[in-house]
């Protein structure tokens, strides 16, 4: 049977909100979240520069400037608890580019980390929306343009309809509606021009054979290590291998990319699921 893949897959976020040739969704979801009319976008590459030749490449989910805002998304489908330390690390390292760029510390612009978060530990015990930001007990910012929000995802899905502010209620809709199922493709009865939009997306990605393809060899790569986790053959988890730091996480690697190539798995994508180079992969042949 052909799994369905709908938006709280981070891939097809992706394509479908940061699409530059159509904004449409994207607007709209900004619109409702800093209440104001969004009036200009630019994409940037969400690709991290690599601090060193051993760093493991890292891309983040969105970056974007909107309205004099530099905006970074991630959409998590599951919650770890490394994920709040890796975002964190992607959104200090965009600010840390943002500075250098402009050979100043920025302080005129505002920026904004947005989590989409699902499976969080006590979801159901915690807000729909959780702000963090840098800050003493009595609220005395450390820095003042800099912001953190997290949406609850789980917990929006369910509470979306129970809330008396009107533009809550329509983003709390709209964030449900990532996760969608198959069968509620074909029900037009409440959609409006956003909804109808991304229904419309997700049923073409998922029509796109090659973006299918893409994303099931990712689901049976991942399928792969958490199975050789189990047997024993995968301590910690992958992210654990901390990019290189010591001898023992490096001989892991190595040992992780032989296992790979051995069940035939191609060495692109053994480079990026281990950090060992290219050059590395194919001396292991």
């Known amino acids: 049977m052909e799994k369905f893949y709908n938006a709280r897959n981070d891939k097809v976020f992706k394509a479908i909100f940061a699409d530059p040739a159509d904004t449409f969704l994207l607007e709209t979801l900004l619109n409702l979240t800093f209440n104001t ?12 520069l690599k601090r060193n030749v051993i760093e493991r490449a890292k891309t983040c989910d969105f970056v974007a400037h909107i309205n004099g805002k ?11 608890n490394w994920i709040h330390l890796r975002n964190l690390n992607f959104f ?6 943002d500075t250098e760029v402009g050979q100043k510390y920025n302080i005129a612009s505002e920026f904004y980390h947005i989590d989409y978060s ?34 609850n995802m789980d917990k929006i899905t369910k509470k979306c309809y129970n809330t008396n502010d009107e533009r809550e209620k329509q983003l709390y809709y709209y ?31 998922n029509q796109d054979k090659e973006f299918v393809s893409f994303l099931s060899r990712e689901d049976d790569i991942k399928f792969q290590m958490n199975t050789m986790k189990y047997e024993g053959q995968l301590e910690g988890k992958l992210e654990g291998i901390n990019e290189g730091k010591t001898v023992g996480a490096k001989e892991k690697s190595i ?13 692109k994508d053994v480079v990026e699921l281990t950090g060992l180079s290219k050059e590395e992969v194919e001396n292991l042949q």
């Open 175 to 205: 964030l449900s509606k990532f996760d969608i199922k198959e069968e509620e493709l074909e029900i037009e009865k409440e959609d409006d021009a956003f909804v109808k939009k991304l229904k419309n997306k997700i049923k073409k990605l």
């Open 255 to 267: 040992e992780i990319a032989k296992k790979m190539l051995t069940r035939g798995n191609d060495i």
């Open 37 to 48: 009319e969004v009036k200009d976008i630019r994409f940037d590459n969400p690709e991290l």
């Open 118 to 151: 699902y499976e969080l530990t006590n979801a159901s015990k915690l807000d729909c929306v959780l702000n963090y930001s840098l800050q003493t007990d009595n609220h005395i910012k450390y820095v003042n343009n800099i912001h953190f929000i997290e949406y």
């Open 92 to 97: 200090s390292t965009l600010y840390s580019k």
């Open 70 to 80: 530099l905006v970074h998304i991630e959409l998590n489908s599951e919650t770890k």
